[in-house]
């Protein structure tokens, strides 16, 4: 495979960061887009952290903020990921990827088009193979986690969370009113059931606590200052209690970065032999 691929990830969350570092790993060249203000939980190996902090490193690689073309162009020679705040995604038209991997994880398409890239990627429910993408990633886990899929969509988005160490849904942590966030512990802190996160400051200057349900580590946290709304996720806890778990792709996210992998170099195949 080319090192010199161009792959733009619309997304730079954890799952599109597991994705970024497993591209990167087998010498891709890398942008990534974000909005203005990301909300990521998972922030510690997360791309989207550059966003506020300039850079991030995730296992060994840089991620780096840049503003236009000639930015991009100096972090990807440096052997770095280029990371921009993009939401519509104009730098497609400028940078002209050769892949597009939409990694936003909203649930449904917000824009992908099969004809956006000579290989486009589509990563979790809202896409369907052979009509917005040529290829749909599973993210789902379970059996199928990381499964290429060429006809057809993932499977639809339930609204549960997978299961961890025997907790599905009680790992979430969510906001218990709207207003604006702020953290009381850090990332790889330890909570217990019951004890407070964070709070949200209400428009008018009142705090509500917002708690965890379940023992175990911070694994995700909002930054402070983001707003939210009442139910929105805010944070995670992993009931396995390993800290160390905090600063390492996940496995779902390696997964399905593995996924991408498989239909990049699939497609870029099947094309050579045809």
């Known amino acids: 495979m080319d090192r010199e691929k ?5 997304g730079a969350g954890d799952l599109a960061t597991g994705i970024a570092c497993r591209l990167h790993n087998c010498g891709f060249s890398i942008v990534m887009t974000e909005t203005a203000v990301p909300t990521t939980v998972r922030r510690t190996v997360a791309f989207s952290r550059a966003v506020y902090e300039n850079e ?7 991620g780096i903020l840049c503003t236009n073309l000639e930015e991009i162009g ?3 020679d440096k052997g770095r990921i280029a990371v921009m705040v993009d939401e519509a995604c104009r730098i497609r038209s400028q940078w002209k990827p050769d892949i597009l991997v939409d990694a936003i994880i909203a649930k449904r398409n917000m824009g992908t088009s099969i004809t956006d890239a000579g290989t486009v990627i589509g990563v979790g429910p ?3 193979a052979g009509t917005d993408c040529h290829c749909v990633i599973e993210t789902k886990r379970g059996h199928d986690l990381g499964r290429c899929i060429w006809n057809g969509g993932a499977v639809p988005n339930t609204g549960v969370p997978g299961m961890i160490g025997g907790f599905a849904k009680e790992r979430l942590i969510k906001a218990p009113c709207g207003g604006t966030f702020y953290g009381t512990v850090s990332i790889g802190d330890r909570a217990e059931a019951g004890s ?3 709070y949200v400051e209400k428009e008018d200057g009142s705090r509500v606590l917002v708690l965890s349900e379940i023992q175990g580590v911070i694994r995700g946290l909002l930054q402070d200052g983001v707003s939210v709304v009442s139910g929105m996720k805010a944070g995670d806890v992993d009931p396995r ?7 390492t792709v996940s496995d779902k996210a390696r997964a399905v970065g593995g996924g991408v992998l498989e239909a990049i170099l699939a497609l870029d195949h099947k094309r050579r032999e045809s």
Do not use: H, M, Q, S
Not at 6 to 10: A, P, Q, S
Not at 56 to 62: F, H, K, L, P, R
Not at 241 to 247: A, F, L, R, S
């Open 6 to 10: 161009r792959v733009l990830i619309k």
């Open 196 to 198: 407070a996160v964070g």
């Open 126 to 128: 809202g896409f369907e």
């Open 241 to 247: 209690d390993v800290k160390e778990n905090c600063y």
């Open 74 to 76: 100096e972090a990807v």
């Open 56 to 62: 991030a490193v995730v296992e060994g690689i840089t």
